[in-house]
């Protein structure tokens, strides 16, 4: 088993609903989710007119190799509606792999640790919350060591609502 973090955000429709399902839909192919981070409201970075996003990370255990668990989550996206009309643009659900135990992956289609991670504090914020001591395999940071570092000033403020 390897543990990995994956990243997961939705800025249509119920957001808070929408990364609950995909949760679930994680949990019905076999992951096995062992920690959850709060919702966190985020304002849109790169693409800016479009709704707020809320975003969560998640711990997850599983046997499957990195190819395969991104091809499950592409296929959980698709199942739950989501389309790739405008780059960084809106999204009903959003799945990514953040770290994979202690692996690096360059193949077209899948970088691991995700390759903008450090930038984005969507993305620290919540995994700090979960895995603050979880060392980058390329930087040697802890999560919360890049979280004091990033650059990225964009607003993220914790939901009132847990993940459903």
Same mark, same amino acid.
């Given at each position: 088993?390897t543990t990995?973090?994956l990243?997961? @955000?939705?800025?249509?429709? +119920?957001r808070?609903?929408?990364? %609950?399902?995909?949760?679930?839909?994680?949990r019905?192919?076999?992951?096995?989710v062992?920690?959850?981070?709060? #919702?966190? *409201?985020?304002?849109p970075?790169? =693409?800016? /007119?479009q709704?707020? =996003?809320?975003?969560s %990370?998640?711990?997850?255990?599983? *046997?499957?190799?990195?190819e395969?668990?991104m091809?499950?989550?592409?296929?959980i996206?698709? %199942?739950? @509606?989501?389309?790739?009309?405008? &780059?960084?643009? &809106?999204?009903?659900? /959003?799945? +990514?792999? #953040?770290?994979? @135990?202690a *692996?690096? $992956?360059?193949?077209? @289609?899948?970088?691991?640790p995700? &390759?903008?991670? %450090?930038?984005?504090? =969507?993305?620290l914020v919540?995994?700090? *919350?979960?895995?603050?001591?979880?060392?980058?395999? $390329?930087?040697? #940071?802890?999560?919360?060591?890049?979280? /004091?570092a990033?650059?990225d000033?964009?607003? $993220?403020?914790?939901? &009132?609502?847990?993940?459903?």
């Open positions: 088993m990995a973090y990243s997961l @955000g939705s800025n249509m429709g +119920d808070a609903a929408n990364i %609950a399902s995909a949760i679930a839909a994680l019905a192919r076999g992951l096995r062992t920690q959850e981070s709060a #919702l966190y *409201e985020t304002e970075v790169e =693409f800016l /007119d709704p707020w =996003f809320l975003n %990370a998640i711990e997850v255990e599983t *046997e499957l190799k990195p395969q668990l091809a499950v989550l592409l296929e996206e698709r %199942a739950m @509606g989501r389309e790739r009309r405008v &780059p960084k643009g &809106p999204r009903l659900i /959003d799945m +990514d792999i #953040l770290l994979y @135990g *692996e690096v $992956v360059n193949e077209p @289609g899948l970088e691991i995700h &390759p903008r991670m %450090a930038e984005r504090k =969507f993305v919540p995994l700090a *919350e979960i895995a603050g001591e979880a060392i980058h395999p $390329v930087s040697l #940071l802890t999560i919360a060591e890049m979280l /004091d990033t650059a000033q964009s607003e $993220v403020r914790k939901w &009132p609502a847990k993940i459903i």
